[in-house]
Nanobody, 123 residues
C-alpha cells in the first residue's frame, strides 16, 4: 500500500478552476494506477478519472470529460486533477486512490485511499 495525501481543494465560483494534488509515499509509485473519485452529500462515491502507471492512458467519467484533466509526475510521486469550468454539481469531497490494478480502481476497490479534500463550487 501507499499513503496518499490530497491537497488543493477549496471554494470557487462556477466557471472557475482548481488543481488537486495527491502526494504518495513509498518508492513504488510508478507501479500504481491512480484515480480520483468524489462523493457529494447524500450520494454514493463515484469515479472521476483514472491514469495508468506510466501516464500513457487516461479515463474520465462522462460528466467531467473535456473539463477535467488527470496527470501524474512519477518523479514527484504525485498525481494531479486539473478541474476547469467548474459547476455547482462538481461540489463534493474528492478522494485520491491507488492500486497496482487498474481493474480494481475501475470497480472502486483500490488498496489505498486518501483522506479526501473538499471542493465547493458556488453558483
Amino acid at each position: 500500500q501507499v499513503q496518499l495525501v490530497e491537497s488543493g481543494g477549496g471554494l470557487v465560483q462556477a466557471g472557475g478552476s482548481l488543481r488537486l494534488s495527491c502526494a504518495a509515499s513509498g518508492r513504488t509509485f510508478s507501479s500504481y494506477a491512480m484515480g480520483w473519485f468524489r462523493q457529494a452529500p447524500g450520494k454514493e462515491r463515484e469515479f472521476v478519472a483514472f491514469i495508468s502507471w506510466s501516464g500513457g492512458s487516461t479515463y474520465y467519467a462522462d460528466s467531467v470529460k473535456v473539463r477535467f484533466t488527470i496527470s501524474r509526475d512519477n518523479a514527484k510521486n504525485t498525481v494531479y486533477l486539473q478541474m476547469n469550468s467548474l459547476k455547482p454539481d462538481d461540489t463534493a469531497v474528492y478522494y485520491c486512490a491507488a492500486d497496482p490494478s487498474l481493474g480494481r480502481l475501475r470497480v472502486g476497490v483500490p488498496s489505498s485511499w486518501g483522506q479526501g479534500t473538499q471542493v465547493t463550487v458556488s453558483s
